[in-house]
Structure formats: structure tokens, C-alpha cells
């Protein structure tokens, strides 16, 4: 289908009672008020994707904050050091996670709610996920950790 539409590139989260999706964390516990949620971008469909895509399919991701830091966990096994790459300036971060000698490939580029120190963040690989450590330049609370990109209006025909 070559028509755009708006849809929830994420996941479905189910977690402590509440439900949403992974993309844009607008969570709620009640399941039809889930259900209704619109989705939170704009794009065509790939129904069917090649067998010789080496993109994670999907990779779940968390996050928290303390003070002074964001610490986001994403959830890809086995990742190499050697052949992912964390790269961030004060306001955005992109990342490339491989796995299994680059069979797996995940990219993501993030646009954070705040500002952080690049030089003070961290990076560590373990074998469950990567967890990245944001120094952030405010010690202040982020309500999300992405900016939320204002949605089109819908165009109305004349």
C-alpha cells in the first residue's frame, strides 16, 4: 500500500497495570482507552519485510531517570562493542546496535527531552542489553525521554 497513514512503529507494553506502546510511552490502564490510542507517527506500511533484512525487528527499550542522569536500557543480546556505535551531541543521540557478527542490525536516532553532557555519558555492553548513561546538562525531571513531534493536521479536501 503506497498511502500514508499513522500508526505505533513500537510494541504493546503490558507492565505493573499500566499498557502502551513502546514508541510514545502515553500509558494507561484502562485496555479500550489503550486500544484508542492514535498512533504517534506518520508513514507507509512494509507488510511483508525481505528475509534478508538484518534489522532487529523490534528492540525493547526502558528508561529512567535520577537526578543527574537518564539511563536508558535497550534490550538487544549479545551486542558487539566493536561493530555498535553510541554517538550524541547536547540534544539528539543515534545508535547502531549489531549482534552475531552483523547478522542483527538495529538503528534508532532519539530526540531528547533535554540537554546533556555527551563527554560525561556513558555507554556499557552486557549480554542481556546496552545501557546507556545520559549526563543531563539541567538536574531537573524529564516527563519523557523524547520530544514529542507535533502531529500533522489532518488536510481537509475543498
Same mark, same amino acid.
Given at each position: 500500500?503506497?498511502?500514508?497513514?499513522?500508526?505505533?512503529?513500537?510494541? !504493546? $507494553?503490558?507492565?505493573?497495570?499500566?499498557?502502551?506502546?513502546?514508541?510514545?510511552?502515553?500509558?494507561?490502564?484502562?485496555?479500550?482507552?489503550?486500544?484508542?490510542? *492514535?498512533?504517534?507517527?506518520?508513514?507507509?506500511? $512494509?507488510?511483508?519485510?525481505?528475509?534478508?533484512?538484518?534489522?532487529?525487528?523490534?528492540?525493547?527499550?526502558?528508561?529512567?531517570?535520577?537526578?543527574?542522569? $537518564? &539511563?536508558?536500557?535497550?534490550?538487544?543480546?549479545?551486542?558487539? !562493542?566493536? +561493530?555498535?556505535?553510541?554517538?550524541?551531541?547536547?540534544?539528539?543521540?543515534?545508535?547502531?546496535?549489531?549482534?552475531?557478527?552483523?547478522?542483527? *542490525?538495529?538503528?534508532?536516532?532519539?530526540?531528547?527531552?533535554?540537554? &546533556?553532557? !555527551? *563527554?560525561?555519558? +556513558?555507554?556499557?555492553?552486557? &549480554?542481556?542489553? $546496552?545501557?546507556?548513561?545520559?549526563?543531563?546538562?539541567?538536574?531537573?525531571?524529564?516527563?519523557?525521554?523524547?520530544?514529542?513531534?507535533?502531529? +500533522?493536521? !489532518?488536510?481537509?479536501?475543498?
Amino acid at each position: 500500500n503506497l498511502t500514508d497513514c499513522i500508526h505505533h512503529p513500537g510494541g !504493546p $507494553v503490558f507492565h505493573d497495570g499500566y499498557r502502551y506502546w513502546s514508541c510514545c510511552q502515553r500509558r494507561t490502564s484502562d485496555f479500550n482507552e489503550f486500544l484508542k490510542q *492514535e498512533g504517534c507517527t506518520s508513514g507507509r506500511h $512494509v507488510w511483508k519485510i525481505p528475509k534478508d533484512d538484518k534489522r532487529f525487528k523490534y528492540c525493547r527499550r526502558d528508561w529512567h531517570q535520577t537526578g543527574g542522569h $537518564v &539511563i536508558i536500557s535497550m534490550f538487544a543480546k549479545n551486542c558487539d !562493542p566493536q +561493530e555498535s556505535s553510541v554517538e550524541a551531541n547536547q540534544t539528539k543521540m543515534s545508535m547502531r546496535l549489531s549482534s552475531n557478527g552483523k547478522e542483527k *542490525e538495529y538503528d534508532v536516532l532519539f530526540d531528547l527531552y533535554g540537554a &546533556i553532557l !555527551p *563527554e560525561k555519558s +556513558e555507554v556499557e555492553y552486557m &549480554i542481556p542489553k $546496552v545501557e546507556i548513561r545520559l549526563t543531563k546538562a539541567d538536574i531537573c525531571s524529564w516527563p519523557t525521554l523524547e520530544i514529542q513531534k507535533p502531529k +500533522e493536521a !489532518p488536510q481537509q479536501s475543498s
